[in-house]
């Protein structure tokens, strides 16, 4: 497990560290229905051919550089390969997104731990952070629930880069004021949330749930990018490790 910590500040990750999908790929569904919607479909089929060799095409490039890739330009290199090119700048895109996000919202849920750790750090008065990978964002209705706990948030699509960035982690203590070195940072990866946190100076929990398919997907692909970027895992601490936030919440001294 490891030893207290006392941090002056907590930042947290986001997805299946605090939320999680019901219905796990949903999300691609509500994007092809938005794009529909936006009468810029012809072949469902082959849109999600070309959707899916777009995010792989973006993710290969977020791997290189770190830089982030937002849906909107996803769905743009789609369209292009279907032979009806939209700009990722065209109003419809982020329409089509923000129609998914909203659609995908019953299909998300909070952990039963997230809340109650939630309210105990509020209680504490302790400052916290959302800091997130996302092509996305956070849609509605979750912002708003997000934004109770989390006047402080940092994603990537709006920062630029992704995990495990340092600049991302930095970002969000100096949004929070406080010195690296004074947070920890949690989340359920080991390069982007804690190789990444402590290389911006931040003591980092892993939080290890191990119970679903969707986070075997996540640790692949995180495993992908060690290999790129020449990181052993096996030479990867975590400060603490748990599996759940109710575990943790007592070792925050």
């Given at each position: 497990?490891?030893?207290?910590?006392?941090?002056?500040?907590?930042?947290?990750?986001d997805w299946l560290t605090l939320r999680r999908a019901t219905k796990p790929g949903s999300i691609r569904a509500h994007l092809t229905a938005s794009m529909r919607d936006e009468g810029l479909l012809k072949d469902v089929d082959l849109f999600q051919d070309a959707f899916d060799y777009a995010a792989a095409f973006h993710r290969t490039m977020t791997e290189r550089d770190l830089r982030e890739h937002t849906v909107e330009q996803?769905?743009?290199?789609?369209?292009?390969?279907l032979g009806s090119p939209v700009p990722p700048t065209?109003?419809?895109?982020?329409?089509v997104a923000?129609?998914?996000?909203?659609r995908n919202a019953d299909q998300v849920a909070w952990y039963e731990d997230a809340i109650p750790f939630l309210e105990g750090l509020g209680e504490r008065t302790m400052p916290t952070a959302?800091?997130?990978n996302t092509i996305f964002g956070l849609g509605h209705p979750w912002e708003d629930r997000l934004?109770?706990?989390?006047?402080?948030?940092?994603?990537?699509?709006?920062?630029?880069?992704?995990?495990?960035?340092?600049?991302i982690f930095l970002e969000a203590a100096r949004a929070l004021r406080v010195e690296p070195k004074?947070?920890?940072?949690?989340?359920?990866?080991?390069?982007?949330?804690v190789w990444g946190a402590q290389r911006a100076g931040m003591k980092a929990a892993l939080i290890d749930r191990r119970e679903n398919d969707e986070q075997g997907t996540y640790r692949a692909n995180d495993a992908r990018l060690a290999a790129t970027l020449?990181?052993?895992?096996?030479?990867?601490?975590?400060?603490l490790t748990v599996s759940s936030l109710a575990e943790l919440a007592p070792h925050l001294g």
């Open positions: 497990m490891g030893s207290r910590v006392s941090p002056a500040a907590v930042l947290l990750d996803v769905l743009s290199l789609a369209m292009y390969t065209d109003p419809a895109l982020r329409r923000e129609r998914a996000l909203e959302l800091v997130s934004a109770r706990w989390f006047p402080t948030r940092v994603l990537s699509r709006d920062f630029g880069f992704v995990k495990p960035h340092p600049g004074e947070c920890l940072y949690v989340g359920d990866l080991l390069l982007s949330d020449g990181v052993d895992l096996k030479g990867v601490r975590p400060d």
